[in-house]
Structures are given as C-alpha cells and as structure tokens.
C-alpha cells in the first residue's frame, strides 16, 4: 500500500492536534483524558462529525465512536512516547503539507487585490497606445519549403478569394468554406482580441494598419497566405471590468502561494539573520491557528495523522507484509478461513512458437518455486530480444482464463490464439485447497495485520488510562 494513501486512511480518524495543550476554555469542557491528555468537546465533535457527516457508510453512534478516538488517541500517544515526531523524515513532511496550507493563508485579500492592480497596469503597459484589435482572417496555408508548382496553385487561390470578396462575396461564409485555419474558420475567421507583439510580423503590420471594417490585401506570412478583415478596435477597460477574471487567473496559477512566499522571504531578510524561514512558518501556522479554527484542525489533523501513519506502519503493516514466518503461522492456525468453494489451478498458462518449448518451459520450472518461475523462464527463453514465449502465471479458478478454462478444467470455451505464439500450453496443478499462505498472501496478510492491530490495541490499552465525562459527552452535537 502507497504511503500516500495510507496517510489518507490513517486521516480519516486524526483530528487533533497533539502539541502543548492550552488550558481548556471554560465553553468548552474536557469530554475525556487520554493517556493524561485532556480532549476538549470541540476536538472530539471536529472528528466525531468529520467521519459521519452525510455520504459516510459505516457510521458510528456517538458511543462507538469512542472507543475508535480513544484508540486513535493512545496510538498517537505511543508514537510521541517513541519520540517519531523528533525524527527529521517527519519533520520535514509535516512542515512541507502545512506550509502548503499556511503560505496562501498568510496572503489577505488586499495583497491579493494589490497584486491583480499590478498586473492590469503591467497589462496596459504592454498593450501600448496601439491599444487591441481584433480581426477576421481567411488562410491558405503553404509550407515555407513549398515547391513552385505548390506555390503558384496557392497564388491562383488566394487570388480567387479575394476577387470574390471583393465582389462583394460574404467574408465569414467564405471563411467557413475555405480558411485552413479551423479554430477561426468556425468562428466565420473571427480571432480574439490581441496587442502588439502577439501575431507574426507580417500579419501584425498589415492587421493594425487597417481601419474598422476595411479589408486588406493578400498577405503573406511563414504560415502561409492571408486575407484580414479589421473587426474593430479598443483600449483595455477599466481594472474593475476586469478584476475577477484577473483574480481568478491569479489563483489557478498560484500566484497566491508565490506571494505568501514573498512574505516570508521578506520577514526574513528584515530580521537581519534572526528569523530563518522555518522560524517564521512556525509562528505563522500558530497565529493562523489561534484565529482560524478550521486551520487548526487542519494542521492538527495532518500532524497526528503522520504519527499514526509512521506508527501504525512499523507496528502492524509493514511488519506483518514482511513477516514470512508469522504470516506461515497464521496461514496454519486459520486454514479452514482460506477454503475454497471451487479448485483452482496454480500454474501458468503459456504460448510458444515450436513444439521443443512446450517442453522446454515445463523443465525450465518443474523443480523450482512457484514464486521463481517468472524469473527463471524470463532469462530463458526471453532474456535477449526474441521473445519465445508468453506467459500467464497465477491461480486461476474456473471463469478466470479461457486457455485455463479449457485445458484445466475442461470447459467448452473458445480460447483466442496469441499472434505468432500457434501452441498453447497450461503447466501446474489443481487445487481444492490452498497448500501455503503464498496461495492466498494477499488475504492472509490483511487478516495478520487485523491481529496485530487487535493485539497492539489491546497491549495500549493495558498501557494508557482514560477517562470519559459522561455527562459532556452527552451534549456532543447537542449544545
């Protein structure tokens, strides 16, 4: 399992903060102690209502759950006792998510609104007294490496259309018809309003020296020939005209973390070798958290849930993935779990070129394990560039594979022939029961874990006390 994904798991049930714990306000009481750390009614309700709001399948009463946050809660607090959060992989994980969350938040609207007036007056910089056009255009395009012939059949075309437009043909149905344009030729040639500096030179020229309505010219550009209809002109409007759109730019392109950034850099360079940047997060995320509760939580959430995470992994799921023998025990002392309703065979499936290899393939793996057989017949028979060989290994149950299907457990199916591989052929044994954990390792492993899981719960709880205030537990959600 990614690690990732396991953080996002562990998440699901982390929503407290562990650090120093402030003394509980008076509005809001203590609910329960665990491991002598007070949990106030707002941090229980934050998690409690975060993993059975509308869309949750599995929800709990608010007594179940707290025997999952008492249990979520002790975990923690074996990895703070185990001091994961000093280690330096941690520490720079959790800085890097919350920081993430903390450089945007730093960012106040009036920054953000001061930044978009920047950017609106560097844009009508740009623009210059020309101001923007927009214009129609029909193309015919020719490669610059065009042979004559090519070229002069593209002149007597160009020369065409534009005698039929000056005829008084209708431009935007020529377009249609003709422009080797296709985003505008939809749009009757139309193109969006541009500046100076945003067309090809030959075309700029010709486009902003034209008046309102007036056509010019054949004009030739690298992309080919062209005929320019001027749409009409402007300057830019006002900022306001265009101060969401502008905003919006901004935040799809992460412009507000850029001037968190800003900020901090700036903060720094004024302490005068005082403050390093992690110094000035670190007061940040507590400032925002002090006036933002949804902040905190946030953080909260991601601090505790990456100690679960590291715990939770070298506890129960790395462990029990790579426990060969204790996965065997459980596999011995819980067998009849892994019962089959139907055999299954163990083996592959495999298509060669010539007789000699339906042979060779079996002697190749016949004496060894099963979980050496695709290394052994990759280096074989496809260890240079000739692939002989095809190969599906597994256990199969009956549905599984037409080839399996029809030469294992004789069903009338018919098996798709491999391109270039004629022969089929199937090797292994069948089934009724799995011999070893390696037949069912993926199930086996989820249960050991769910063991280990138990035991550690149950090792925790004998470890850590707790207490619960029955009487504010019976407000949650309810005052």
């Given amino acids: 399992m990614k690690k990732k994904v396991l953080i996002a798991a562990v998440l699901s049930v982390a929503s407290v903060f562990v650090s120093a714990q402030p003394k509980p306000a008076e509005n809001d009481p203590v609910v329960m102690t665990v491991a002598g750390k007070p949990v106030t009614l707002s941090e229980f309700e934050y998690s409690y209502n975060k993993n059975n709001s509308e869309g ?78 927009q214009t129609a255009h029909i193309l015919l395009r020719l490669d610059q490496k065009a042979t004559q012939a090519e070229q002069d059949a593209a002149k007597v075309r160009i020369d065409s259309i534009y005698k039929a437009l000056k005829a008084g043909a209708d431009f935007a149905e020529m377009a249609k018809k003709v422009s080797q344009d296709p985003g505008s030729a939809r749009q009757g040639g139309l193109l969006p309003f541009v500046s100076r500096g945003q067309l090809v030179k030959e075309f700029e020229d010709a486009a902003f020296a034209l008046k309102e309505g ?34 919006k730019f901004m935040e799809q392109r992460g412009i507000r973390d850029r001037l968190g950034q800003a900020k901090v850099d700036t903060l720094v360079s004024q302490s005068g070798g005082k403050l390093t940047q992690a110094a000035v997060m670190d007061q940040k995320a507590d400032e925002l958290s002090a006036k933002d509760s949804d902040m905190k ?111 294992v457990f004789k069903k009338d199916t018919t098996v798709t022939k491999v391109k270039d591989y004629p022969i089929d052929a199937v090797y292994g044994k069948t089934l009724k029961a799995p011999e070893d954990y390696t037949d069912v390792r993926g199930q086996v492993v989820a249960d050991y874990q769910d063991q280990l899981e138990r035991e550690w719960v149950a090792e925790l709880r004998r470890k850590y006390t707790f207490t619960v205030n029955e009487d504010v537990l019976k407000t949650v959600n309810n005052h």
């Fill in 214 to 247: 007036e056509m010019s010219g054949i004009v030739q550009s690298p992309y080919g020939y062209h005929i320019i209809l001027m749409k009409g002109r402007k300057q830019m409007e006002p900022f306001e005209f265009h101060k969401e759109n502008i905003l």
């Fill in 56 to 133: 949750v399948i599995d929800k709990k009463s608010v007594l179940e759950y707290v025997d999952l946050f008492v249990n979520y809660k002790m975990k923690v607090a074996a990895a703070l006792d185990a001091k994961y959060d000093t280690l330096t992989s941690f520490k720079q994980e959790f800085a890097q998510y919350r920081d993430q969350q903390v450089l945007p938040a730093i960012v106040t609207d009036e920054d953000m609104l001061a930044e978009a007036h920047h950017i609106y007056d560097n844009t009508v910089e740009q623009i210059g007294p020309d101001g923007l056009i």
């Fill in 297 to 407: 939580n946030l953080i909260r959430e991601y601090y505790e849930g990456l100690l679960l995470y590291e715990i939770s992994n070298r506890l129960v799921w790395d462990k029990a993935a790579k426990d060969e023998a204790g996965l065997a025990r459980y596999f011995k002392a819980n067998k009849k779990k892994y019962a089959w309703d139907k055999p299954r065979f163990k083996g592959i499936a495999y298509h060669v070129k010539t007789q000699a290899d339906v042979k060779a393939v079996q002697q190749c793996v016949k004496k060894l394990k099963f979980d050496q057989w695709n290394e052994a017949l990759r280096q074989t028979f496809n260890g240079d560039s000739v692939i002989r060989i095809r190969v599906e290994k597994g256990i199969f149950k009956p549905g599984d594979h037409a080839l399996v299907d029809s030469a």
